[in-house]
């Protein structure tokens, strides 16, 4: 029996203002405001979809992956009957949805596919109550350059209509090919259903020595790991990576079923957030420890005790001993990058090993240039986000996988090989204070008379007396980006005042969310002598926390009485 063609319809609609992707063609809003608003999602969706050109957009093929927050799945179908209406000519799924952005950044590379489109608030609360995203992926597998995102803007606010087959239906839990024939079309729109973990392993596999991993955790001298896959997207990964290939045992790894909600917690891998994870590991049962954000592309890093290692400090220790890994023994280093508010330790480790190191704005768009240019072979941000150039993202458990090839190289604890770096570099001591959900306004207005005290000439060279520390401000910026690689200017990225003594303050509001804004401080304080690396952060950067909340007066003009999180 021949099968009826499914209608492609023409849906009238009215344009949105606020649809302007924040880094990386990412647009990420309170869930309800998806569901309740007419069209809001259809409307983004046909704006990302009609920013490729329809030349490269007819029969191209595009990846979709969700990290299974709640609305995935009604998003996931509107993202396919949509495609299937514009043109795309084959979707790659992973099965039920499933796909971290690690992922979804390998498959298209792998594939060579035109782009992607993840859906995900990464970090952010699910459920009802919490927020959904949509994030648009290019051909080299990493997040939209601003140029795209701009284009993405502009069609969002003119949109009169979208394209929609809305009878087609997809079941994303069959694994392989789905064809559907199409109005007016002449050759099938297909969809693939994928193994979610599949290609990326094989990746892996070609980066890592399985087998030392495999030895750390199961032969004579191993050591026992916990894992926490928060609810979120990484359960399949940890569980088929670490546990079945790499021989954990299955009760390592914790949270590892994806919930529409992550099970009432905030997916965020950091000592607040991940405070079960924290637990277990004081109890000093376990060697090393892991957590992992929504989407997979963020990681927090313990040793045995509970002993932290900041983000800034892993990215270093990970660039100081990459002959652990075949995959840069093979690839050879070119340079490394990290984000301005990042700690200054990698730019130690650079300098002795003799490559570049490249200073960018928050975003791994920025990176991303940089390693298509062969420029960059590893980077990272503080927010716990490393990568290399084997992605064009940030990914969570490749970076574990590193860390557990130290670990086995080196034949050494967590701390040890912490306190082995220091004591050759030198200690950042290194903290950060968000303050969330404030008033945009008021942030905006902290900001802009923040700027104005800075820059100003009288500001420069002052000092300021802290107990028994004097601080002499050397110099004061507000940080532009010039891309080496194609001379693009990036302005407003952050204030900064740096001291005599390498000290640093940052101050920067984040872009990643809508409604309410996020003020972040960072300070960060270089100690050489050995002597004096057992102190505790806080303790060490309270006077230049004192500074950076006196001359904000954050305080004074929100209301508040300290940040939200501490990192």
Same mark, same amino acid.
């Given at each position: 029996?021949e099968?009826?063609?499914?209608?492609?319809?023409?849906?009238?609609?009215?344009?949105?203002?606020?649809?302007r992707?924040?880094?990386?063609?990412?647009?990420?809003?309170?869930?309800?405001?998806?569901?309740?608003?007419?069209?809001?999602?259809? =409307?983004?969706?046909?704006?990302?979809?009609?920013?490729?050109?329809?030349?490269?957009r007819?029969?191209?093929?595009?990846?979709?992956?969700?990290d299974?927050?709640y609305?995935?799945? @009604?998003?996931?179908?509107?993202?396919?009957?949509?495609?299937a209406?514009?043109g795309?000519?084959r979707?790659?799924?992973?099965?039920?949805?499933?796909?971290?952005?690690?992922?979804?950044s390998?498959?298209?590379?792998?594939?060579?596919?035109?782009?992607?489109?993840?859906?995900?608030?990464?970090?952010s609360?699910?459920?009802?109550?919490?927020?959904?995203?949509?994030?648009f992926?290019?051909?080299n597998?990493?997040p939209?350059?601003?140029?795209?995102?701009?284009?993405?803007?502009q069609?969002?606010?003119?949109?009169?209509?979208?394209?929609?087959?809305?009878?087609?239906r997809?079941?994303l839990?069959?694994l392989?090919r789905?064809?559907f024939?199409?109005?007016?079309?002449?050759?099938? $729109?297909?969809?693939?259903?994928?193994?979610?973990?599949?290609?990326?392993?094989?990746?892996?596999?070609?980066?890592?020595d399985? =087998?030392?991993?495999?030895n750390?955790?199961t032969g004579p001298?191993?050591i026992?790991?916990?894992?926490?896959?928060m609810?979120g997207?990484?359960?399949p990964y940890?569980?088929?990576?670490?546990c079945?290939?790499?021989?954990?045992?299955?009760?390592?790894?914790?949270?590892?079923?994806?919930?529409?909600?992550?099970?009432?917690?905030?997916?965020?891998?950091?000592?607040t957030?991940?405070?079960?994870?924290?637990e277990a590991?004081?109890?000093? %049962?376990?060697?090393?420890?892991?957590?992992?954000?929504?989407d997979?592309?963020?990681?927090?890093?313990?040793?045995?005790?509970?002993?932290?290692?900041?983000?800034?400090?892993?990215?270093?220790?990970?660039?100081?001993?990459?002959?652990?890994?075949p995959?840069?023994?093979?690839?050879?280093?070119?340079? $490394?990058?990290r984000?301005?508010?990042?700690?200054?330790a990698l730019?130690?480790?650079a300098?002795?090993?003799?490559?570049?190191?490249?200073e960018?704005p928050?975003?791994?768009r920025?990176?991303?240039?940089?390693?298509?240019s062969?420029?960059?072979?590893?980077c990272?941000?503080?927010?716990?986000?490393?990568g290399s150039?084997?992605?064009?993202?940030?990914?969570?458990?490749?970076?574990?996988?590193?860390?557990?090839s130290?670990?086995?190289a080196?034949?050494?604890s967590?701390?040890?090989?912490v306190?082995?770096?220091?004591?050759?570099?030198g200690?950042?001591y290194y903290?950060?204070f968000d303050? %969330?959900?404030?008033?945009?306004?008021?942030?905006?207005?902290?900001?802009?008379?923040? %700027?104005a005290?800075? @820059?100003?000439k009288?500001?420069?060279?002052q000092?300021?007396?802290?107990?028994?520390?004097?601080?002499?401000?050397?110099?004061?910026?507000?940080?532009?980006?010039?891309?080496p690689?194609d001379?693009?200017? @990036?302005?407003?990225?952050g204030?900064?005042?740096?001291?005599?003594d390498?000290?640093?303050?940052? $101050?920067?509001m984040?872009?990643?969310?809508?409604?309410?804004?996020?003020?972040?401080?960072?300070?960060?304080?270089?100690?050489?002598?050995?002597?004096?690396?057992?102190?505790?952060?806080?303790?060490?950067?309270?006077?230049?926390?004192?500074?950076?909340l006196?001359?904000s007066?954050?305080? %004074?003009?929100?209301g508040?009485?300290?940040?939200?999180?501490?990192?």
């Amino acid at each position: 029996m021949e099968r009826t063609p499914i209608p492609v319809l023409t849906v009238q609609t009215s344009p949105y203002e606020d649809q302007r992707p924040t880094g990386g063609g990412g647009l990420r809003r309170p869930t309800g405001l998806f569901e309740s608003q007419r069209n809001y999602l259809p =409307n983004f969706v046909q704006s990302v979809l009609s920013s490729v050109d329809l030349r490269d957009r007819q029969g191209c093929t595009m990846v979709v992956g969700s990290d299974g927050r709640y609305f995935s799945k @009604t998003a996931i179908e509107i993202v396919v009957q949509m495609a299937a209406a514009n043109g795309i000519g084959r979707l790659v799924i992973g099965q039920n949805g499933i796909l971290s952005t690690p992922a979804v950044s390998c498959i298209i590379r792998k594939i060579k596919a035109a782009g992607g489109i993840i859906l995900t608030a990464s970090h952010s609360p699910g459920g009802p109550g919490g927020e959904f995203g949509v994030k648009f992926e290019v051909a080299n597998g990493g997040p939209a350059p601003d140029i795209v995102s701009d284009k993405i803007y502009q069609i969002s606010k003119t949109l009169e209509e979208y394209a929609i087959c809305p009878d087609l239906r997809v079941d994303l839990s069959r694994l392989g090919r789905q064809e559907f024939d199409l109005e007016n079309k002449f050759k099938p $729109f297909r969809v693939e259903i994928v193994d979610s973990v599949d290609i990326y392993l094989n990746l892996l596999r070609s980066i890592f020595d399985f =087998n030392a991993i495999r030895n750390l955790l199961t032969g004579p001298n191993q050591i026992k790991i916990r894992i926490d896959a928060m609810n979120g997207v990484m359960g399949p990964y940890v569980r088929r990576i670490l546990c079945d290939e790499l021989g954990a045992p299955a009760n390592s790894a914790i949270n590892c079923i994806p919930l529409e909600d992550f099970g009432g917690q905030t997916p965020d891998p950091n000592l607040t957030y991940a405070t079960a994870l924290l637990e277990a590991m004081r109890g000093g %049962e376990y060697g090393f420890g892991a957590a992992f954000d929504a989407d997979g592309d963020r990681y927090m890093i313990l040793g045995q005790n509970g002993f932290f290692v900041n983000a800034s400090d892993s990215l270093a220790i990970i660039a100081a001993n990459l002959s652990c890994i075949p995959y840069f023994c093979q690839m050879g280093v070119r340079g $490394f990058g990290r984000s301005m508010p990042t700690s200054t330790a990698l730019d130690k480790v650079a300098k002795a090993m003799k490559v570049p190191v490249y200073e960018t704005p928050t975003g791994w768009r920025y990176f991303s240039s940089l390693m298509d240019s062969g420029r960059c072979s590893l980077c990272g941000e503080e927010s716990f986000g490393t990568g290399s150039d084997h992605l064009r993202e940030k990914d969570g458990l490749w970076a574990v996988l590193v860390w557990l090839s130290i670990l086995a190289a080196r034949k050494q604890s967590v701390e040890e090989i912490v306190r082995d770096h220091w004591a050759k570099f030198g200690r950042h001591y290194y903290c950060r204070f968000d303050y %969330e959900a404030l008033e945009p306004r008021t942030a905006y207005f902290i900001m802009r008379d923040l %700027e104005a005290l800075i @820059t100003d000439k009288s500001f420069s060279h002052q000092q300021f007396a802290v107990g028994n520390n004097i601080y002499s401000v050397e110099r004061t910026d507000s940080f532009e980006y010039i891309d080496p690689v194609d001379g693009t200017v @990036t302005k407003r990225q952050g204030l900064r005042i740096i001291f005599s003594d390498a000290s640093r303050l940052i $101050f920067r509001m984040s872009a990643s969310s809508h409604v309410r804004a996020t003020l972040r401080i960072y300070a960060e304080s270089y100690e050489k002598d050995p002597s004096q690396h057992n102190k505790e952060p806080q303790a060490v950067l309270s006077p230049l926390i004192a500074i950076a909340l006196k001359i904000s007066q954050i305080h %004074e003009r929100t209301g508040r009485k300290g940040p939200t999180v501490i990192t």
